[in-house]
């Protein structure tokens, strides 16, 4: 299952790079500590962000999608 997997239960892995080094940030926000993307899920779906050099985020378009 991606960072949450709505509905589902298993193991949370990054939709970016497939790593199981995820931290939870926040309510259905998700943290990979391998790639160095976040992951907000919501009804619409996984949507990921890319930390900038500024501590700001990019969005990111997931190949998966």
């Known amino acids: ?33 391998n790639c160095f993307h976040e992951f907000k899920e919501s009804q619409a779906g996984v949507r990921a962000y890319r930390l900038t050099e500024d501590g700001g985020l990019d969005e990111v378009k997931l190949l998966t999608q």
């Open 1 to 33: 299952r991606y960072a949450g997997g709505i509905g589902g239960r298993g193991m949370i892995y990054c939709p970016h790079c497939h790593s199981t080094m995820i931290g939870r940030v926040g309510v259905n926000q998700y943290y990979c500590r």
